[in-house]
């Protein structure tokens, strides 16, 4: 058994809770949300095998997010900075930068 992990014949059934939030697998399929972060390892093998067929996989190999330190960046600046960005990409016809801004400064907003 993996340290802090279910046994693998141990699976959550859709009635089974969380025991930090109390949520259940029922509550993420009506919702597509979780309570909490403990819920990931509460639902650990159902949730493996949803994102197994989803995406075809159970490793995230796209871009992380940072985490926030000490110095904290204003949403309003950081948007007019992107917005300059997304300007001179294209204005430089940059098309691949300039749709990766776009996205970035939606998500900001």
Known sequence: MRKGLPEPGTAPRSGDTCSRCGGSLQDFRESGR???????????????????????????????????????????????????????????ENFALAAELRDRLRVLE
């Open 34 to 92: 979780l309570g909490c972060p403990e819920c990931y390892h509460s639902f650990e093998l159902p949730l493996r095998d949803l994102l197994r067929r989803l995406h075809g996989s159970t490793h995230h190999v796209g871009e992380r997010y940072a985490e926030r330190g000490p110095e904290i960046v204003r949403i309003p600046e950081r948007a007019a900075e992107l917005r300059e960005q997304l300007r001179l990409a294209v204005e430089t």
